[in-house]
């Protein structure tokens, strides 16, 4: 049983920055897939990042690539989404995903742990 609970969301202007934290618990987080998903009002929850459990590889959606940057600290049981160059599409609510072996990582279906989102609001 993992839980998640993720802080870091806030109002910032366009062009700036924000980083998100996803502190888990449970003593196995680092055999855990770690992902981000957001959620915009009227849309479908869309993946952002991901980082695996084995080699920490990352992949990125072409939305955001270049511009955030996912990251875990296994000893802290945390993982975070730098995200620089904010723009208003980018407002949403934001949540950390977890799974020890999802097939698609890109699936929002894939994932059997998701913490209760925060609100990123990026201003024109």
């Known amino acids: 049983q993992v839980q998640l609970v993720e802080s870091g969301g806030g109002l910032v202007q366009a062009g700036g920055s924000l980083r998100l934290s996803c502190a888990a618990s449970?003593?196995?987080?680092?055999?855990?897939?770690m992902g981000w998903f957001r959620q915009a009002p009227g849309l479908e929850r869309e993946f952002v990042a991901v980082?695996?459990?084995?080699?920490?590889?990352?992949l990125y959606s072409d939305s955001v690539k270049g511009r955030f940057t996912i990251s875990r600290d296994n000893a802290k049981n945390t993982v975070y989404l730098q995200m620089n160059s904010l723009k208003p599409e980018d407002t949403a609510v934001y949540y950390c995903?977890?799974?020890?072996?999802?097939?698609?990582?890109?699936?929002?279906?894939?994932?059997?742990?998701w913490g209760q989102g925060t609100q990123v609001t990026v201003s024109s």
């Open positions: 449970g003593r196995t987080f680092s055999s855990y897939t």
């Open positions: 980082i695996r459990w084995v080699g920490g590889s990352t």
């Open positions: 995903a977890a799974d020890p072996r999802p097939h698609d990582v890109t699936s929002k279906y894939e994932y059997d742990y």
